[in-house]
């Protein structure tokens, strides 16, 4: 029976915690705990290594998914441009772990335990194991948390006082930059013009545009259980 290209992704696409997703899910367990426990617990030269390492998975998964459209002729300006929230993370967090600059380890905490983890849980993938994608998907978000809880957690390089605005901020300028690239693709990124076919956040919380508002409205509390969870970390580090 031939069947559509749309009736294929449907049925190869990776199902919301099949055997796949969760081993995916408790690999993305392992890695985001355990250099934690050891960072607190054995601090030392490992670490600037694990952050290296870390941030050369994350950036060959995230380049690797271009170089693999481009080498099958799929890429196209229209899905292929790096304007996805995703592709923001992924080089923030290369650039976090190689630099831990604090803007950059701001960004990279609440993006990741944000939008990354809705990722991870709601993938939107249209592959399944052993494909190709699904180690390039999985390799950057599940890097991207990883990355996000070994600098604010193993390395205790808590987001600053305010920091949520400022992330509020850089993301709002990215998705204008991520609308006007739409109006010239016809593109769809950061999900502006229409919700993802995946089970998400996205498809509980109103029909466009009015879901892009409501995204906005919900992140500030998001933003701010985290920042608020940093805030009581940095003060319990000065106490003790």
Request: positive net charge; contains cysteine; aromatic residues 12%.
């Amino acid at each position: 029976m031939i069947t559509s290209p749309r009736e294929r992704r449907r049925r190869d696409s990776l199902r919301q915690f099949s055997q796949a997703h969760l081993v995916a899910l408790a690999v993305l367990v392992v890695t985001a705990t355990a250099p934690v426990v050891a960072a607190r617990r054995h601090p030392g030269d490992w670490m600037p290594v694990w952050s290296v390492a870390l941030a050369c998975v994350i950036a060959s998964s995230w380049v690797g998914e271009y170089v693999i459209a481009a080498a099958r002729g799929t890429w196209s300006a229209e899905y292929g441009l790096p304007l996805q929230l995703t592709d923001a993370v992924s080089a923030v967090a290369v650039l976090a772990l190689l630099t831990r600059r604090a803007l950059l380890v701001e960004l990279l905490y609440f993006w990741s335990l944000t939008a990354s983890l809705q990722a991870l849980l709601t993938p939107d993938l249209g592959e399944t194991f052993p494909n190709v994608y699904y180690f390039t998907y999985f390799g950057y978000h599940i890097g991207a948390v990883a990355a996000a809880s070994f600098l604010v957690f193993g390395w205790r390089l808590y987001p600053r006082a305010g920091a949520m605005w400022r992330v509020l901020a850089v993301t709002l300028a990215f998705a204008a930059v991520a609308a006007v690239a739409n109006l010239l693709t016809g593109g769809n990124y950061m999900y502006l013009r229409a919700k993802p076919v995946h089970n998400s956040l996205l498809n509980v919380i109103g029909p466009w545009p009015w879901y892009i508002a409501a995204t906005v409205v919900l992140a500030v509390p998001m933003l701010l259980v985290l920042q608020l969870l940093a805030d009581a970390l940095r003060g319990r580090e000065r106490v003790a």
